[in-house]
T-cell receptor, first 110, second 114 residues
Framework: DADVTQTPRNRITKTGKRIMLECSQTKGHDRMYWYRQDPGLGLRLIYYSFDVKDINKGEISDGYSVSRQAQAKFSLSLESAIPNQTALYFC?????????FGQGTRLTVV | AQSVTQPDIHITVSEGASLELRCNYSYGATPYLFWYVQSPGQGLQLLLK??????LVQGIKGFEAEFKRSQSSFNLRKPSVHWSDAAEYFCAVGARGGYQKVTFGTGTKLQVIP
């Protein structure tokens, strides 16, 4: 099994719809992250969490929300999706020095 | 503010040739530096990291990187590229203590031709 599992892997949704991306990890780390990847922009941090009760905004949190349901689970929601949220989304978990990434969710908002 | 520059968006090399991917950083203290690889359809995988000590760092898959403080660089090298190395490579810089402090570069896409 993968260390970090993201579901779904691909999703097409309509403008204005609510969508949730889910992430679970088996590394046992407390820290979890959501990133967005756009061509030519690299990875940008959306939200991060140090534990279930500690959630923080990253560089580009507007239009997104998150929920840390358990140490191993961290979900990302788009309350009302818009086309410029079309991107590749990655979940990650880290110890002190190394991050482990999921395979990504390709989200298209039409 | 910290930043990372990967000046080459796309690089093409022949299989068996040597490879160097450039990375320049801006950071106010001693940086922690990383190289990640993203194969098609996959997440990012850590190739190597530098925190302190020997400035030449060995990583997985035959890669190495050299930290040059005077040039603010952390270039990735491989002496002989294999077709399976075709991927996108990301340099990153930050502070120890969590990836919320890590800034990723924009990536270099490597194409390997026979």
């Amino acid at each position: 099994d993968a260390d970090v599992t993201q579901t779904p892997r691909n999703r097409i949704t309509k403008t204005g719809k609510r969508i949730m991306l889910e992430c679970s990890q088996t590394k046992g780390h407390d820290r979890m992250y959501w990133y967005r990847q756009d061509p030519g922009l690299g990875l940008r941090l959306i939200y991060y969490s140090f534990d279930v009760k500690d959630i923080n905004k990253g560089e580009i949190s507007d239009g997104y929300s998150v929920s840390r349901q358990a140490q191993a689970k961290f979900s990302l929601s788009l309350e009302s999706a818009i086309p410029n949220q079309t991107a590749l989304y990655f979940c990650a978990t880290s110890g002190r020095d190394e991050a482990f990434f999921g395979q990504g969710t390709r989200l298209t908002v039409v | 503010a910290q930043s990372v520059t990967q000046p080459d968006i796309h690089i093409t090399v022949s299989e068996g040739a040597s490879l160097e991917l450039r990375c320049n950083y801006s950071y106010g203290a001693t940086p922690y530096l990383f190289w990640y690889v993203q194969s098609p359809g996959q997440g990012l995988q850590l190739l190597l990291k530098y925190f302190s000590g020997d400035t030449l760092v060995q990583g997985i898959k035959g890669f190495e990187a050299e930290f040059k403080r005077s040039q603010s660089s952390f270039n990735l090298r491989k002496p002989s590229v294999h077709w399976s190395d075709a991927a996108e490579y990301f340099c990153a810089v930050g502070a120890r203590g969590g990836y919320q402090k890590v800034t990723f570069g924009t990536g270099t896409k490597l194409q390997v031709i026979p």
